[in-house]
């Protein structure tokens, strides 16, 4: 596996970190970190600063039986919580997404494979699948896209993607991702508004696809 | 306990007591310290009292429950509590699970290297420090931060958040960690 070299922005791991990040950028945040130990470290230091707020913080007394309910609960079995691994290219995130199940795919045409994972007001986040040499549209977006590859690699007009590897594009980008040769590319995809491809799809079938 | 747990924080000495001992009165200890201020932190944010004190209920549960994958080498415990909090708080608003990295828990059976954990405990201080020499606006601004009442996009935008200063305090703690992470894969 070569080294990560797009990481996740700094701003987006602060607000990962206190819980502001909308989900379906949260998945690709928690996916990448779960690749990445460096952006794990980074959102550790987050973290330890959300903890020096919580030390100073004002406190609230808490009510006078709390304690002794807590305490009383000690002994209760947990309730159970799912637990998802990694499996093949997929993170535990990603897996937690799929509730354990492989992807269902969708074709899109020329190869391109969807599976939705979510779509909501917040935005949408699925996994795609790219023959090897294959292009994806140009598209340009609202708001906010992250792409983060799990397998194969892309390249577009910003540059390189590797396994590991998280693209962060503004509205701003119009771009025209290309799979690299080799393995079919495998990217984890969140935007938080709906994409406007250019070409490829009649625009008037993307409510269909939720792309 | 080791002999070296002496050197530790009061707090890191409890928590590795519940950690490997499931000690009782350690956790006690944890929930006095830790309960009042969970209930100020959770309610900053507009909850209501009530609902307050189910989410610190949550979270000090979930201490116990989850002790194993406590880290003192990676991790004070206020920040391990702060993001525990964080994420039940927000599946308590939301009714749904939110997307959670991968668990990397120690290996069992690992002493505490307690110079290691001091290493952690001086360069949080040194945060600490940065964070009270701030003027009083910007440190109201990262508490809104880190209290989670700032969208992604505002954090962006506000350059006053000292998180340039984050990365250089803890730079040194950092590379550390990234080396030790490096290493466990
Ligand atoms: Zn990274």
Request: hydrophobic share 40%; glycine share 8%; net charge neutral.
């Amino acid at each position: 596996m070569t080294a990560i070299t797009h990481h996740t922005p700094d701003a987006m791991l602060a607000a990962y970190a206190s819980g502001s990040l909308a989900d379906p950028f949260a998945l690709v945040v928690a996916a990448h970190v779960s690749l990445c130990p460096e952006c794990r470290a980074a959102l550790e230091a987050h973290q330890t600063l959300g903890g020096i707020v919580l030390e100073t913080t004002r406190s609230e007394a808490p009510s006078a039986g709390l304690k002794s309910s807590v305490l009383a609960r000690l002994d209760e079995p947990a309730p159970p919580e799912p637990h998802y691994r990694r499996s093949g290219v997929f993170p535990g995130p990603v897996m937690a997404a799929l509730k354990g199940r492989p992807p269902r795919w969708k074709s899109l045409g020329l190869g391109v494979r969807q599976s939705m994972l979510s779509a909501d007001r917040d935005g949408s986040v699925r996994l795609l699948y790219i023959p090897p040499g294959q292009a994806v549209p140009d598209h340009s977006h609202n708001g906010l896209e992250l792409t983060l590859v799990l397998q194969g690699s892309f390249a577009d007009e910003t540059g390189q993607f590797g396994v590991g590897d998280l693209e962060v594009a503004g509205s701003d980008l119009e771009h025209m991702p290309t799979a690299g040769v080799g393995a079919p590319c495998i990217c984890l995809a969140a935007t938080d508004a709906p994409l406007r491809f250019k070409s490829f799809l009649p625009r008037m079938l993307q409510p269909l696809f939720r792309i | 306990m080791t002999p070296a747990s002496a050197d530790l924080s009061p707090q890191t000495a409890w928590m590795l007591a519940v950690r490997d001992g499931r000690d009782r009165e350690a956790f006690a200890a944890l929930f006095d310290h830790f309960a009042p201020r969970l209930k100020g932190f959770v309610m900053r944010s507009g909850t209501s009292g009530a609902q307050a004190e189910e989410i610190v209920q949550e979270v000090m549960l979930t201490v116990w429950r989850r002790a194993h994958l406590f880290d003192p080498h990676r991790a004070q415990v206020s920040a391990w509590i702060y993001q525990i909090a964080r994420n039940r708080h927000i599946d308590v608003i939301r009714k749904e699970r939110r997307p959670v990295p991968e668990e990397l828990g120690e290996d069992p059976g690992t002493e505490p290297d307690a110079s290691q954990i001091m290493a952690l405990d001086q360069e949080t201080g040194r945060l600490k420090q940065a964070l009270e020499r701030l003027n009083p606006d910007q440190r109201i601004m990262v508490e809104k931060a880190y209290l989670g009442e700032m969208t992604h996009h505002e954090i962006s935008e506000q350059t006053g958040l000292p998180l340039g200063t984050i990365k250089s305090r803890i730079r040194l703690g950092l590379e550390r960690l990234r080396h030790e992470l490096k290493g466990m894969r």
